[in-house]
Each structure stands twice: as structure tokens, then as C-alpha cells.
């Protein structure tokens, strides 16, 4: 049985990035960057006003002022500023050098004339505030989320080069499960693991083919033909004696690196390698399913993406006793602005932690207590 860091630094050390691609901005959400992206100009380009109100002459010291023109945002004209007059400005305008900008709420108009009651402070936004010319703005290695895909769409980079799609395989084993828009029969249950791999691959830019089949490892075997970069076989990954994952891969000639992990939920885990491609039988417990997901499959789809080959860890206390277990424990955990709050969950069956987990917290086998700093990554 491998331990959990044992597992990820097999998939650390063994997985290369796949190739990279330049793509479309609109379709690079959720890739991984594999350039440093730099500022091609000082950010801003220019000094822009912050605010709406006036600009005059800096060291103008004029009683009062008359009101001479406009420059409005997008405004390219050259505007001089010359002793007692003012012109209006906008916020985003670009401001004429040696300019101060005085905000609205600090001016009273009449009739053509203004006055402030406050100058001195500074209302533009200078150019290169924000960044300098040849700064790195979004590093190689970025899983591309809104923020850096609007980042890199004010610089003009509209062909990013992100690692390309990822194909994965995800097979449903189990003669119980039927699809989730069919009514159960007897014995029968939804298939929710199909679901969510499907939602977990759209945040990730990944190519997905699902397929379903019975508890069969002829239907197994007929199911994984073919070439992926990535291949999850959902149940059947146990001991049991239908329990086929294994058996299947190791015929379609995948080398079994991992049968077993000490894990709590998901020790049944299987890794293979064949080449490139990597598969992973995954426990068909929804919880188990979830949790092997993030945990595993996740470190070992970044580093095929390019990515740090380690999961994202962050800190905090956990809001409840938690316990521990002789196999490291993986708890649903809702992230609270105080901490983690532990969803209750009995059986790697259960299922309705999932519905406000948005984080899994690293328990050791000793357990925690109540306020207790502990690791854990997001799952959102
Ligand atoms: P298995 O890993 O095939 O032994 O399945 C373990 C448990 O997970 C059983 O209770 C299955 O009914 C359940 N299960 C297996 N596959 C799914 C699925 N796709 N969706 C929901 N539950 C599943
Ligand atoms: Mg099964």
C-alpha cells in the first residue's frame, strides 16, 4: 500500500507536459500557460485621470479658473494647459503633462468659472504604476481563470500558448447504475460519478468521452480501446470478485504501479502506465470518487498540463474535532471566513457533504482538534 505523498511524487516525477499550442483567448480558460506572458508597454500606457473633474496647470495657483474646453476617455487630442484655465476631465482621460487633476466632488462651478476647495492630492493613474515594460504579468504555469484571461486580453495577447486539450476516457462501471435523467429501478441508483467528471473536466480545458457499461470485464476491455492521454475507470477497482479494473488494464498492457493507497476515503486506487497514457481505477464510491479525483487525478492532469506537478495546499484551523484514522484522512470541509467547517459523512457512500464542500482537509491518522491548523485544498 503506497502512501499519498508516495503517489504524488510518482505522478510528479513520471508525467511530462504534453505539447503546447497557441489558442484563441476565449479558449484558453482553464489551460495552463506555458509562456511568461510580459507587459509589452508601461501599465497604464499613459497617465490617465482616476476621477471626473478638472485639470489644471500644476503649479497654478489661480483664485479661480475658467472652464476652456474638455478631454473626455479615448480623447487622443494634445491638450496645452495654460495659467487660470481649466478643462474638464473624465475619468480614464489621458492626462496633459504636468497636469493636476482635481476630483468633482472638490470644484464648484458658475457660470464658466470654477473653484476647489482642495488641490494637492493625487488623482492619476501614472503611467507604469501597475507595471513595467518587459514585467512578467501572468507566469508560465498559470491555470488561466477570468482574471488572467482579461489581463492578458489588455495587452494584446490574444493567442496565448497553453498546454492543448487533454483527452481523457472516463468508463462508469457497474451493472446498479443507470444514467442520471432515468428513473432507478429495483437495486438500481443514478450514476453521479459520470456527472461529476464531466463537471470537473469543463473547468480544466479538457477533451471528455464518457462511456457506461456493465460490471464486465469484456465490456470493460471493449470500452478502453483505443489511445488517451488519460483513462478513469470509475468502480470495480476493489478486491471484490467482479472487481475487473486491474485485470483489464494490466491485459491492455498498462504496467500497475499503485493497486492500494492509505487514504480515507479511496484506498482502493489503481495507477497504470502504458507509455504516455496513465489510467486510474477509481473507486466508485461517490465520495471515494470525489475524493481520488482532486486528490490524484488532479496533480497528475497539471502535470500533464504543464503545471506544478503538487496539489495546491493551503492553511487554516478546522471549526470541529476531527478524527483520525490509521490511514490519512481526505474531510469534506465547507472553508468558512473563520475556518473549516468538517461536513458530517459517514460512509464513503454519502453523498450530501458534496453538495457544499469546497474544500478537503488533510487529516492525519492522529486526527485533529477543534482549532487546529490544518492543510487542505480547495475543490471548487
Ligand atoms: P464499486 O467501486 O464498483 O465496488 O462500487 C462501490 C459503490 O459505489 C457501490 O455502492 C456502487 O453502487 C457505487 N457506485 C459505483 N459506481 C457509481 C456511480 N457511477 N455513481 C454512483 N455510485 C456508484
Ligand atoms: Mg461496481
Do not use: Y
Not at 478638472?54 to 497654478?60: I, K, L, R, S, T
Not at 504604476?129 to 477570468?146: F, K, M, N, S
Not at 478524527?323 to 473563520?338: F, H, I, K, L, V
Amino acid at each position: 500500500m503506497k502512501t499519498v505523498d508516495e503517489v504524488w511524487e510518482l505522478l510528479r516525477w513520471e508525467i511530462s507536459a504534453r505539447q503546447a499550442v497557441e489558442t484563441d483567448l476565449a479558449d484558453a480558460l482553464g489551460g495552463v500557460l506555458r509562456e511568461d506572458v510580459r507587459a509589452p508597454e508601461d501599465q497604464p500606457a499613459f497617465d490617465r485621470s482616476a476621477v471626473d473633474g478638472f485639470v489644471v496647470g500644476a503649479g497654478d495657483s489661480s483664485e479661480v479658473f475658467c472652464i476652456v474646453g474638455e478631454i473626455r476617455a479615448g480623447d487622443g487630442r494634445r491638450h496645452e494647459l495654460t495659467a487660470g484655465h481649466a478643462l474638464r476631465i473624465s475619468t480614464g482621460a489621458a492626462v496633459p503633462a504636468a497636469g493636476e487633476v482635481i476630483m468633482l466632488e472638490d470644484a464648484a462651478e458658475s457660470e464658466g468659472m470654477v473653484r476647489f476647495s482642495r488641490r494637492g492630492r493625487d488623482h492619476v493613474r501614472r503611467r507604469g504604476e501597475d507595471a513595467r515594460a518587459g514585467d512578467v504579468l501572468v507566469a508560465e504555469g498559470t491555470r488561466l481563470g477570468p482574471g488572467a484571461i482579461a489581463l492578458l486580453a489588455s495587452v494584446g495577447c490574444i493567442r496565448p500558448k497553453v498546454t492543448r486539450g487533454i483527452d481523457i476516457l472516463h468508463v462508469a462501471t457497474g451493472n446498479e447504475i443507470v444514467a442520471a435523467d432515468a428513473n432507478p429501478g429495483p437495486g438500481q441508483i443514478r450514476d453521479s460519478n459520470s456527472p461529476l467528471v464531466a463537471a470537473w473536466a469543463r473547468t480544466k480545458r479538457m477533451r471528455l468521452e464518457q462511456k457506461r457499461v456493465g460490471e464486465d470485464a469484456e465490456a470493460l476491455r471493449h470500452a478502453i480501446e483505443g489511445r488517451r492521454d488519460v483513462l478513469l475507470v470509475s468502480g470495480g477497482a476493489s478486491v471484490g470478485g467482479h472487481d475487473c479494473t486491474a485485470e483489464v488494464l494490466d491485459a491492455a498492457g498498462f504496467e500497475i504501479l499503485v493497486t492500494k493507497v492509505a487514504v480515507r476515503p479511496g484506498k482502493p486506487l489503481i495507477v497504470g502506465r502504458r507509455g504516455e497514457e496513465w489510467a486510474f481505477g477509481l473507486p466508485g464510491n461517490p465520495l471515494s470518487h470525489f475524493v481520488c479525483l482532486h486528490v490524484f487525478v488532479d496533480v497528475a492532469l497539471t502535470a500533464m498540463q504543464g503545471g506544478s506537478g503538487a496539489p495546491a495546499m493551503f492553511r487554516g484551523p478546522v471549526l470541529a474535532d476531527v478524527n483520525g484514522n490509521p490511514r490519512e484522512t481526505w474531510w469534506p470541509a465547507s472553508e468558512e471566513t473563520t475556518g473549516l467547517r468538517p461536513l458530517r459523512w459517514a460512509s464513503s457512500g454519502d453523498m450530501t457533504a458534496l453538495g457544499t464542500a469546497n474544500a478537503l482537509v488533510r487529516v492525519p491518522v492522529s486526527g485533529l482538534a477543534a482549532g487546529r491548523e490544518a492543510e487542505f485544498i480547495r475543490v471548487t
